[in-house]
């Protein structure tokens, strides 16, 4: 339990919640909370099983609020525990197996003695009673106060058939509805363990130096500052940066990628994460409760409780719904006999087994089970999708729009050729060139030093020197003035146009090139590229196969490097020197002109393209907040392999939705055409609703191998 205030300074706190498995019974449960005494609003999180209550509230009132159907406040360490109960650990199980050993019993009498016996009718009773008890509960305090749910219409259906002396399928009702419903709670408990096992991966407590001392603290009890000592395989407790030694970390908790990544001194490490060889020492940079671990696990909490559009038509048409299914029983029961003379008993007992058809069990879990179990596959495998709304809209893209630096490409640009004029070497070339750009923070300045440095160039001393820019630098070299920086510089210098074919081919293919020269003369070129991910093609091929129609490349670039780049890689449209502003229309031309589009970047610089997409991912964020906090959609490692993972899960979950929801109105309009011939009997009825609830259940599921 956590406790925060609101903007309008009204005390507001999280309990998080043990029982909470039938969505129909949540809603209920959601609107006693609201109608506590002092409480302003409450907001329930049916797949994280959590509520946020603004006002003054008391554990035992919520407990009280949820006393119809067993919800209580879970008071474990943290809210973190989880320990799933055995089957016959659950109350409920119990009462359901007990009520399946009376009604065989009941059976076997039926058979033996006779169907009027008392000894039958009383298995059968007993069978209603031990397994419909909590049913009833419910059920009879909805019609005290005319609410009208599946509890609701489960108990007009059974005391109807108690009525008519319909005691075995009565009976049979309880029992198959117990089984419905312990198969609702079978799939939330599954769709649920994806968040509770993201909640385990980070330890509880970690070794803290003290001095010479290195005592074992709890995560809550460490402070900012502190030095975590952390030895080989053990799991990092905290966020933090590494400040003694070297190793290399497994990163998969945090980004989805399996191979270890090498940390030293000065490097980020995160909460949750693996260290696999070196002992090293870690200054922890943040609170328990600000971890990247744990703002995901908020994240995806948070992702859970935002319903999906097809969420939001199945609730609204279940308001509707079951009211609609208690008047069509109510005709169905009493038209006939009225109007044609029918016979009543007949006509009773298939308005019965109306109600029961009708129970909109499938359909209130066909859509929230998928986006539970799809949100919790996607954040074990390091994709943050922040609701169920980005899932279903991820799953109906038309067009996926890419950044190119740091995105499709590396954004760490390398030399990829020396040209020395006559009378030089490429030696000659690059260290002139180390010693001009040692002075210069550019990224092609970068890439020139390591270049330089790779291969042991000496350096030499410079003096004087000078940016000039967005053209390049000069500086002084044993008494030489020396410029290095773009054709444009050199072509003030000189007066005269210095490309020649075989540079303008160089920048044609993706590369930048940069002059190196003397007031007279050019001593070399350099040419500079930012390379393309490896796998960056291979992805643009999966995203057709996954029905992508269109893909687009937008730059600050400039033309020649966006084209070759573009050509590379099989991008279907490249725009190219762009501003950020000039990336937010083409977004809105491109919705215009190809349908729903995604805009993939970093999460900082493409943040105006990334909030007027339909969808926007951010990726390579390796936990960062602006990447978590800016896109719907956050890959977390620092490539795009997860790109076409998520497209690829989120187009499986939205049709998994469909044919839930397929599912669950197809069996029921079947069953309810029975009634016409007369051939609805309780036992189709139930079985249609119970094959309906299983066969959703079964297809969400699919969504957990994915």
């Given at each position: 339990m956590?406790?925060?205030?609101?903007?309008?300074?009204?005390?507001?706190?999280?309990?998080?919640?043990?029982?909470?498995?039938?969505?129909?019974?949540?809603?209920?449960?959601?609107?006693?909370?609201?109608?506590?005494e002092n409480v302003k609003d409450a907001k329930l999180n049916f797949g994280a099983s959590k509520i946020t209550v603004t006002g003054d509230i008391t554990v035992e009132q919520i407990d009280q609020a949820g006393a119809f159907d067993n919800i209580r406040v879970d008071e474990s360490k943290r809210g973190q525990s989880y320990t799933r109960k055995s089957f016959f650990q659950k109350r409920q199980n119990l009462t359901m197996t007990a009520s399946f050993v009376f009604i065989v019993l009941g059976y076997v009498l039926h058979f033996s003695i006779g169907v009027s016996s008392l000894w039958t009718i009383g298995a059968y009773a007993i069978a209603i009673l031990v397994g419909g008890y909590d049913m009833f509960k419910v059920g009879f305090k909805n019609l005290s106060t005319f609410t009208f749910d599946m509890k609701t219409l489960m108990t007009i259906a059974i005391i109807?058939?108690?009525i008519i002396g319909e005691w075995a399928e009565g009976a049979a009702v309880v029992f198959l509805f117990a089984v419905s419903e312990a198969l609702e709670e079978y799939s939330v408990d599954k769709a649920r363990q994806s968040i509770h096992s993201l909640m385990e991966i980070a330890p509880h407590t970690a070794f803290i130096r003290r001095g010479k001392e290195i005592v074992e603290k709890a995560v809550e009890d460490i402070m900012i500052s502190d030095i975590m000592v952390i030895k080989p395989g053990e799991k990092i407790a905290m966020d933090g940066e590494v400040m003694k030694g070297q190793t290399s970390i497994n990163q998969a908790a945090i980004t989805g990628?399996?191979?270890?990544?090498?940390?030293?001194?000065?490097d980020e490490v995160f909460a949750g994460t693996l260290n696999e060889e070196g002992s090293i020492e870690v200054k922890v940079t943040k609170h328990v409760e600000d971890t990247t671990i744990a703002k995901i696990i908020h994240l995806v909490e948070e992702a859970q409780a935002e319903k999906a559009p097809a969420q939001k038509f199945v609730d609204k048409f279940?308001?509707?719904?079951?009211?609609?299914?208690?008047?069509?029983?109510?005709?169905i029961a009493i038209l006939p006999p009225l109007l044609a003379g029918a016979v009543w008993s007949k006509w009773i007992y298939l308005g019965l087994a109306t109600l029961v058809v009708g129970c909109p069990c499938a359909l209130v879990i066909s859509t929230p089970v998928a986006i539970v179990t799809a949100i919790g596959n996607a954040a074990r495998n390091g994709v943050l999708i922040k609701g169920g709304i980005h899932l279903e809209e991820a799953g109906n893209l038309d067009a996926i729009a890419f950044d190119k630096t740091g995105t499709l490409t590396k954004g760490i640009p390398e030399v990829t050729a020396i040209k020395p004029a006559e009378d030089y070497t490429e030696e000659d070339v690059l260290q002139l060139a180390l010693a001009i750009e040692a002075f210069s923070q550019h990224p092609i300045a970068s890439a020139i030093i390591r270049h330089a440095k790779e291969y042991h160039i000496p350096s030499v001393e410079a003096e004087n020197f000078d940016s000039i820019t967005g053209k390049g630098a000069q500086a002084d070299i044993n008494g030489v003035t020396y410029y290095i920086g773009s054709p444009a510089l050199f072509e003030n210098l000189y007066g005269k146009d210095i490309q020649t074919e075989e540079i303008m081919q160089r920048q044609t293919e993706g590369n930048t090139v940069i002059f190196l020269g003397t007031q007279d003369k050019i001593i070399g070129t350099i040419a500079v590229a930012d390379q393309v991910r490896e796998k960056s093609a291979a992805i643009m091929d999966d995203l057709k196969n996954l029905g992508i129609k269109t893909t687009l490349m937008l730059t600050g670039d400039n033309q020649a490097t966006g084209q070759a780049i573009g050509r590379k890689l099989g991008i279907d449209h490249v725009a190219a020197e762009l501003l950020p502003e000039e990336k937010l229309e083409r977004i809105q031309q491109i919705k215009e002109e190809h349908g729903k589009v995604a805009m993939v970047g970093d999460g900082i610089n493409d943040a105006p393209a990334l909030a007027t997409a339909d969808i926007g991912i951010a990726m390579g964020s390796g936990g960062t907040d602006a990447a978590l906090e800016t896109a719907d959609i956050a890959l977390m490692s620092d490539d795009l392999d997860k790109l076409s993972y998520t497209v690829g899960l989120s187009r499986k979950a939205s049709r998994i939705i469909k044919e839930n929801i397929t599912f669950a109105l197809l069996l029921k309009v079947i069953a309810l055409l029975l009634v016409i011939p007369g051939l609805l009997t309780l036992w189709i009825a139930i079985v249609a609703d119970v094959g309906a609830t299983l066969l959703v259940v079964l297809n969400s599921m699919r969504l957990v191998r994915y």
């Open positions: 956590s406790e925060f205030t609101t903007k309008n300074e009204l005390p507001a706190k999280e309990f998080r919640l043990q029982g909470l498995s039938c969505a129909d019974c949540a809603a209920q449960f959601e609107q006693n909370v609201k109608e506590l109807g058939a108690v990628e399996s191979l270890p990544v090498h940390k030293a001194v000065g279940a308001r509707y719904y079951t009211p609609l299914i208690l008047v069509l029983a109510l005709l």
